[in-house]
Nanobody, 126 residues
Framework: VQLQASGGGLVQAGGSLRLSCAASGRTFGEKRMGWFRQAPGAQREYVASISRSGGSTYYADSVKGRFTISRDNAKNTMYLQMNNLKPEDTAVYYC????????????????????WGMGTQVTVSS
């Protein structure tokens, strides 16, 4: 499956954005998925992950209560709704597929993911 993130942009602190991750191919619904972000000079950071059905979701503490991950398997698309954005949320956001399709396993570790899509830039001004 090939992945492409979109929906980034420039927003003021306190604003909202919704990112999309579009997948090609017919296996999207068979994969657990995740969002990561990377700020300049920083390591890639886990944001959120979701089970194959979308029934289970997981978040980094830094975004819990502000971001919501979801998916629509009929549309081969995953989303990240980001509310109450802060300047420290500024980064390039990436989506990727988890190597283990069946259960949450070391979800915050980027090496557990593959098929990284091209990222989308999110910039939050203060």
């Amino acid at each position: 499956v090939q992945l492409q993130a979109s929906g980034g942009g420039l927003v003021q602190a306190g604003g909202s954005l919704r990112l999309s991750c579009a997948a090609s191919g017919r296996t999207f619904g068979e994969k657990r998925m995740g969002w990561f972000r990377q700020a300049p000079g920083a390591q890639r950071e886990y944001v959120a992950s979701i089970s194959r059905s979308g029934g289970s979701t997981y978040y980094a503490d830094s975004v819990k209560g502000r971001f919501t991950i979801s998916r629509d398997n009929a549309k081969n698309t995953m989303y990240l709704q980001m509310n109450n954005l802060k300047p420290e949320d500024t980064a390039v956001y990436y989506c990727a597929a988890h190597r283990n399709p069946y259960q949450a396993m070391d979800d915050a570790n980027p090496s557990m993911y593959y098929n990284w899509g091209m990222g989308t830039q999110v910039t939050v001004s203060s």
